[in-house]
């Protein structure tokens, strides 16, 4: 079990309370999240996958063009199931609730809420989630895998809306030194996502922002593209510059990051169309076998990001 909590000047905070049991019973694992957060500055940047964004907003229209306040409390509890070999079957439940308030001035959510493309009836907005799936885990090593896959098929149903997930990385070990990783993911829903719901991408340990930061396409702000549909691509090198396997390995890494969002409408689909990309390099530190810690910076067509992270981007 692990309790996290943090707080900023600027009205951010975030208590977290984390507790897994991968193997408490044989075959079985176990994961129970609590969650209480404010992002007093979350990016906003509207819906769709050719929103603009312009550096000059925040001199002419004030610092919050582009950020909205969120307030979010969630409790998600998930059940595993070894089937056969690598491959689990999946059960959770979540309950959470969101609310967004704008911040002073201008803000691109204020104007979407005003014209009904974010629904006021959806904020704030109480949702309560069946997840169902499947796993297939054939990693050597959870936190910092050197070989294997995970694949992942997701099925989830909230209120008034449907969520479909699917999910492949891999990981190779052609060199002693060097790992190459690959992903490849994809999203769709169905019925009426409220926003909260269309920020985040469904897997199996948790759900993410995207498409955008470091968990979906890095040298992009958190959120960038918001949608009801996702498509996401990425491959990675890492080397071990020192190299101490189960004690400690450095690790240079170069990456390339791709991803889109489908709006109303759009078939999700895997296409090269429309694509947002990024490149960076990244330091990665781990110690034993529990502790990883990334630091790096990707630059897209919109500029350039620091990214930090306790596990790989995936």
Sequence with gaps: MSFDAAASTQGSYVVLVDARAPAWWEGWRVGLRLTAARANRLGYYGLGNDTQYSSDSLTTAGPYFYRVSRTYFAARATIQRRVVGPLRALAGATLERSDFRALPGPSVFRNDLASGTVDPATVPFTD?????????????????????????????????????????????????RLVVAGRLAAEGMGGSPPVAAQAEMESSERPFVAVGGYRSL????????????????????????????????????????????????????????????????????RFLRNSLIVVGYGRGSEGGQLVFGTTWSY
């Design 128 to 176: 309560k989630i069946i997840r169902a799936g499947v796993v297939l885990d054939t990693r050597d090593n959870e936190l910092d895998p050197h070989t294997g896959v995970i694949v992942e098929a997701l099925f989830a149903s909230g209120s008034g809306y449907t969520r479909t997930t699917a999910d492949a990385r891999v990981q190779v070990h052609p060199v002693e």
């Design 218 to 285: 890095r040298g992009y702000h958190d959120g960038r593209f918001t949608g009801r549909g996702k498509l996401l691509g990425g491959l990675e090198a890492r080397y071990a510059a020192l190299w101490k396997p189960s004690l400690v390995e450095l690790k240079i890494v170069a990456f390339f990051d791709a991803g889109r969002v489908f709006g109303p409408g759009e078939a999700v689909r895997l296409t090269s169309a429309d694509l947002h990309t990024s490149a960076g390099g990244e330091i990665a530190l």
